[in-house]
C-alpha cells in the first residue's frame, strides 16, 4: 500500500496520522535454549525462517561455557583411556565457531550471554536442568576473566572489531534464582558483573556489557537480600488481589548504586518480564499467580523511570526474556489466544523498552528434555517439527508494519514505512469480556479450549484516504479456524507421535489463513470493513508472493 505523496496528504478516519517513530521491540531479539542446540540443522532451519519470516536481528541463549560446548578444557579427553592432563587450561571454539557461523551467515547477531560455569572452575556443579548446568561463581574470578577475555578477543580475530562491536554483553542469567541460576550471594554476583564488565571494556571500551538480567517483578522483600527468602512471599501467595500489590524489578536499584559506587560501565540494564508469579504460602505450597493484561506495560514503566533517575540515564533497556509464561510446558504457547495477548503486548511496549525478546523462537529446546507431543506447551513460535503455530503468524504480521506510527489504535495499529512509503496495518481482538485478565497457564491444549468461549467478535472498521489509486493489499486473518495448528492436531485427535501424512496435513493447515486481497479506490480511498472473531489477529500490507 505504497504512497508516493508526503505523509501529510493521509487521512486516516479522517485525520493527519501522528507520525512517530515505532521501535520493532519484538523482533528485535529472540530467545532461544542453550548453545549446543544451535548445533542442530532444526534449530538452524527454524531460526533462518525467524530472520527472513520473523525480521529476528539478535538471539540470546544460555550455557555458551557449558561443558557441551568443550571451550574451557584442562584435558584431553582421553575418550576410552584416562585422560590426560594439561600442563594449562585451553581454549577451544570448533563448536562456538559453528554457532556463531551460522547466526552470522543469516545476517543476524548474537546477544551474547556470558555463562554458565565450566565445570573445572565451578564451585558447585550439575545444578540445573537435565543436561546439567553449572551456575555458580567461579572457584577463581581470575580464570573466569581469562575465560572471558580470551573468549571475546577470538571473536574480533575471527569476526572483526566492528562485527563484534555490534553484539550486546549480558553477564549471567537470573542470578536471583538461587539455589537454580545461581548458587551465591547477591554481591558474588555483584562481583562476578564488576571483573567481567572491567574486562570487557579492558578489551575495547567500545564494547557494550550489562546486567543484571534478573528474574520477574515481585511485590514482596523476598529477594532483598543475600540470598532469596522464601518466607518474605508469604503474603504475596496468599493476597486476595495481586494486582494491587506493588511489583517491583529485582535487584535493578542495588545494582545500578553498586556499579555507581564503583564506577562501573552499564551499557545496558536486563531484566525479564514474565507477567507471573509463584510464590509459597506459610506450608509450603506454591501458588501460580497470573497478573492484569498490561503488567508487562506497567513493568516498562517502572524500568523507564527508574533509569532516567539513575546515574545511567542513557542506559538502554532490554528485556531479555518475555512470554506469557516461563514454563515450556504451558499450553497456553500453542495456542490462538498467545497470538492475540502477544501482539497487544508488544504494541503497547514499543515505547519503552530497546527489545522485548520473545522466550523462545522455537520448541528446539531441552531444559526439561524434548518436548512430550507435537504440541506440549513449549515456548517456541515453531513446534519440533517447524509447524508454524499461531505466535508465530502474529509475529510475521508485527514484522510487516513500518518503521512509523500513523495512527495508535485501541486495537491495533496503523504504519508506514520510512524507507518505502508502504503503509500497512494490524488488528487484534483481545476479547472484551476478558476485561483486564491476563492469560492464565494450562498443563494441556484441551484445559485451554474452553477460553475459544470467551467473545464478543469486533468489527473493525477505518478508513485510508491519499493512498494510489487501483493499488492493492494483502488482507490476512488468522482465527480460531484459520492458522490453528493445535486445534487442528486436538480435531485429530491429538496423536503423540503424527505420521509423516499427518504432519503434512497440519503443516498446511498452520498456514491456512484467510486471505483477501483488498484494492483503493479511484479516489485513493481504503475502506476497510471487518468482523474479527474472539482472539483474531489480522494484517493488512502490500501485496506479496506469500
Not at 568443550?70 to 559453528?98: H, I, M, Q, S, W
Not at 539455589?179 to 555483584?190: K, S
Not at 556489557?209 to 520477574?216: D, E, L, M, R, W
Request: aromatic share 10%; glycine share 8%.
Amino acid at each position: 500500500m505504497r504512497d508516493d505523496a508526503s505523509t501529510s496528504t493521509l487521512l486516516i478516519d479522517g485525520r493527519t496520522p501522528a507520525d512517530v517513530a515505532l521501535r520493532h521491540v519484538w523482533n528485535e531479539c529472540v530467545g532461544a535454549g542453550r548453545a549446543n542446540e544451535a548445533l542442530r540443522a532444526d534449530w538452524q532451519a527454524h531460526f533462518r525462517e525467524a530472520v527472513e519470516v520473523l525480521g529476528a536481528r539478535y538471539v540470546r541463549f544460555h550455557g555458551l561455557f557449558h561443558d557441551d560446548m568443550f571451550v574451557y578444557r584442562t584435558d584431553n579427553g582421553g575418550g576410552f583411556g584416562p585422560a590426560a592432563p594439561l600442563p594449562e587450561p585451553v581454549y577451544t571454539y570448533a563448536y562456538v565457531d559453528k554457532v556463531f557461523d551460522a547466526i552470522l551467515e543469516t545476517g543476524a547477531r548474537p546477544f551474547v550471554e556470558l555463562g554458565f560455569m565450566p565445570r573445572q572452575l565451578a564451585t558447585e556443579t550439575e545444578t540445573l536442568f537435565w543436561w546439567k548446568a553449572h551456575c555458580s561463581p567461579p572457584k577463581d574470578m581470575g580464570a573466569w576473566v581469562e575465560l572471558v577475555t580470551t573468549t571475546v578477543e577470538h571473536w574480533i580475530a575471527r569476526y572483526g572489531i566492528d562485527e563484534v562491536l555490534r553484539w550486546p554483553f549480558e553477564v549471567w542469567n537470573e542470578p536471583n534464582l538461587v539455589p537454580n541460576f545461581w548458587t551465591g550471594t547477591r554481591t558474588q554476583y555483584f562481583e562476578l558483573y564488576e571483573a567481567t564488565a572491567r574486562a570487557i571494556k579492558g578489551i575495547d571500551p567500545r564494547l557494550k556489557v550489562g546486567g543484571p538480567s534478573t528474574s520477574v517483578f515481585v511485590p514482596d522483600a523476598r529477594y532483598a537480600g543475600e540470598y532469596h527468602d522464601p518466607s518474605l512471599e508469604v503474603e504475596t501467595a496468599v493476597a486476595a488481589d495481586p494486582d494491587a500489590l506493588d511489583w517491583q524489578p529485582v535487584w535493578i536499584h542495588e545494582f545500578i548504586a553498586y556499579c555507581a559506587e564503583r564506577d562501573l560501565p552499564v551499557d545496558f540494564l536486563s531484566t525479564h518480564l514474565y507477567p507471573t508469579d509463584y510464590a509459597a504460602d506459610s506450608l509450603g505450597k506454591v501458588s501460580a499467580i497470573t497478573r492484569h493484561r498490561d503488567a508487562t506495560y506497567d513493568d516498562l514503566r517502572a524500568m523507564r523511570a527508574i533509569i532516567a533517575d539513575s546515574p545511567y540515564p542513557e542506559a538502554e533497556l532490554h528485556i531479555t526474556e518475555w512470554s506469557t509464561s516461563p514454563s515450556s510446558r504451558d499450553a497456553t504457547h500453542d495456542t490462538l489466544f498467545a497470538a492475540s495477548y502477544i501482539v497487544r503486548a508488544f504494541l503497547k511496549a514499543a515505547p519503552l523498552a530497546d527489545s522485548v525478546s520473545y522466550w523462545t523462537f522455537t520448541d528446539v529446546f531441552e531444559e526439561g528434555g524434548g518436548g512430550i507431543g507435537p504440541f506440549h506447551g513449549g515456548f517456541g513460535f515453531v513446534n519440533e517439527q517447524g509447524l508454524h503455530k499461531p505466535t508465530f503468524h502474529a509475529m510475521a504480521m508485527l514484522n510487516r508494519l513500518g518503521d512509523r506510527l500513523l495512527a495508535e489504535l485501541p486495537h491495533g495499529a496503523v504504519t508506514r514505512s520510512s524507507t518505502t512509503g508502504d503503509v500497512s496495518a494490524i488488528f487484534y481482538n483481545y476479547p472484551a469480556d476478558m476485561g483486564a485478565t491476563g492469560l492464565t497457564a494450562h498443563r494441556t491444549y484441551a484445559d485451554a479450549r474452553p477460553l475459544a468461549e470467551v467473545g464478543p467478535a469486533r468489527r473493525v472498521r477505518h478508513t485510508l484516504a491519499g493512498l494510489v489509486p487501483g493499488s492493492t493489499l494483502d488482507l490476512e486473518i488468522l482465527d480460531w479456524e484459520h492458522g490453528n495448528v493445535a486445534e487442528a492436531w486436538h480435531r485429530m485427535g491429538a496423536p503423540l507421535n503424527p505420521s509423516r501424512e499427518q504432519t503434512a496435513e497440519l503443516r498446511e493447515a498452520a498456514d491456512r489463513l484467510r486471505r483477501t486481497v483488498l484494492t483503493v479506490d479511484a479516489d485513493g480511498v481504503l475502506e476497510i470493513d471487518v468482523e474479527l472473531p474472539p482472539w483474531a489477529v489480522a494484517s493488512v500490507a502490500p501485496r506479496t508472493t506469500r
